[in-house]
C-alpha cells in the first residue's frame, strides 16, 4: 500500500506540519479511475467513488473539522488514476491532485465525463516505467494488458495545461543527483504559480512503477518487477509542498 511504497513519509510529513492524512480503501482494493475496459471490478461495477470521496471529506469535517477547502488528493498507479478521475469530474472537491505512476486513458478507453474545468495538478512518471508505459500505450502488468490504454505524460499534462489555459514554455527546475544512481535523474517542468492552476511535471528517467522516495525501497523480487526508483528527490516532500500552496478558497484558483 501507500506507506509500504513510501516508508511512512506521509505520516512523518503530516504530523510535522500538523496535518491529517488518510488512507481509503477503494472497492475490492481498487479504485473505478477512467479507463473505461479496465477489468477491475471497481471498474465493472461502476462503483461511485468520486462520491465516497466527497462523504469521507464530509465526515472528517464533521468529526475533525477539518478546513474542506484545503483537502488534497495523491495516490500511485490505480490509485493516481483516481486523482485523475477527481480532477476531471469534481474539480471543486479537492484543492490540489498529484497522480503518481498513471497517465490520462487514450481517448478510446476513456470512460470519465470531463467538466472541462481546469484542477491545479502535479504529475509523477517513470520512463522506465513497465505498467504505465511513459510515452503512451497498453497498461501492462506480467503480459497482463487488460488494464487500458493511456497516453504519454507529457500529452496527460499538456491537457491539463490547455484546460489552465498554461500552453507557454514551462519553467524548468533542477534537481542535483543525490542519490548516488547516476542512471536516474528528475526533470520537473512547472506552469502557473502556487495559488493558482498551477500544473507540475515530473519526469523521472530511468525510474519505475514506483513513488520517488529517498527512504523507501522495494523488496528485490517486487523492485525488480516495478523498476528503479528516483531517489533524487522525496516524492511525498514535493506533492505536501505543492499541496500547501493551493486552497479551493484562493479566487486565483477558480476560473
Known amino acids: 500500500g501507500m506507506r509500504a511504497m513510501t516508508g511512512r513519509e ?17 472497492f475490492d482494493k ?45 495516490g500511485i498507479s490505480n490509485g493516481g488514476h483516481m486523482a485523475y478521475r477527481a480532477a476531471l469530474e469534481a474539480p471543486g472537491l479537492f484543492a490540489a491532485h498529484a497522480p503518481v ?6 481517448p478510446s478507453t476513456f470512460g470519465c465525463s470531463e467538466s472541462g474545468e481546469p484542477a491545479a495538478i502535479a504529475i509523477f512518471n517513470g520512463t522506465g516505467d513497465p505498467v504505465n508505459p511513459y ?15 493511456v497516453r504519454s505524460s507529457e500529452e496527460t499534462a499538456q491537457y491539463w495545461r490547455e484546460l489552465a489555459g498554461l500552453t507557454g514554455p514551462g519553467r524548468s527546475v533542477t534537481h542535483p543527483e543525490t542519490d548516488g544512481d547516476s542512471a536516474t535523474q528528475v526533470i520537473e517542468q512547472r506552469w ?4 493558482s492552476l498551477e500544473i ?24 525488480a518487477l516495478l523498476g528503479g526508483n528516483a531517489g533524487d528527490i522525496s516524492g511525498p516532500e514535493e506533492i505536501v509542498a505543492f499541496f500547501l500552496g493551493h486552497s479551493l478558497d484562493d479566487p486565483a484558483q477558480v476560473r
Open 10 to 26: 506521509f505520516d512523518h510529513i503530516a504530523d510535522r506540519e500538523g496535518l491529517v492524512i488518510v488512507y481509503p480503501d477503494g
Open 200 to 223: 507540475r511535471h515530473y519526469t523521472l528517467q530511468g525510474s519505475g512503477h514506483t513513488m520517488p522516495s529517498q527512504v523507501a525501497r522495494m523488496p528485490v523480487p517486487l523492485g
Open 135 to 149: 510515452t503512451g500505450g497498453a497498461v501492462s502488468i506480467m503480459g497482463n494488458t487488460s488494464r487500458g490504454v
Open 101 to 106: 505512476a498513471a497517465s490520462l486513458p487514450a
Open 30 to 74: 481498487h479504485w473505478n479511475g477512467c479507463r473505461g475496459t479496465a477489468d477491475y471490478v471497481a471498474n465493472t461495477e461502476n462503483i461511485d467513488d468520486v462520491g465516497f470521496l466527497a462523504r469521507v471529506i464530509d465526515e472528517l469535517a464533521a468529526r475533525y473539522g477539518i478546513d474542506k477547502s484545503r483537502v488534497y488528493i495523491t
Open 192 to 195: 502557473g504559480e502556487p495559488g
